[in-house]
């Protein structure tokens, strides 16, 4: 599995942006699509993932500003990043759980500048 993400920039604090992921080579379904970040100095932590059923997980410091929908016939996943703040700066990571193996995108630089 291939996953190609884009939408990533820099954006001014209480910016929107909005994050894409298409994933390609899945000829089953793709159990858990989402996505992680890497901000300085941190180790990668999730953000948000939604599972083939709709079932989501949304990380606190983002609940109720970050919004994941996904589409299973395409196999896309995006993230709406709504009041973008500082600390949200990092390379976001599109991720995709398909038979029993984890598989990440490049990752995209978003960068929120206050």
């Known amino acids: 599995v291939q996953l190609q993400a884009s939408g990533g920039g820099l954006v001014q604090s209480e910016g929107n942006l909005r994050l894409s992921c298409a994933a390609s080579g899945a000829f089953f379904d793709i159990a858990i699509m989402g996505w992680y970040r890497q901000r300085t100095g941190t180790e990668r932590e999730l953000v948000a993932r939604?599972?083939?059923?709709?079932?989501?997980t949304i990380a606190d410091p983002v609940q109720g500003r970050f919004t994941i929908s996904r589409d299973n016939a395409k196999n896309t996943v995006h993230l709406q990043m709504n009041n973008l703040k500082p600390e949200d700066t990092g390379v976001y990571y599109c991720?995709?759980?398909?038979?029993?193996?984890?598989?990440w995108g490049q990752g995209t630089l978003v960068t929120v500048s206050s």
């Open positions: 991720y995709a759980r398909y038979y029993r193996s984890d598989y």
């Open positions: 939604m599972t083939f059923g709709g079932n989501t």
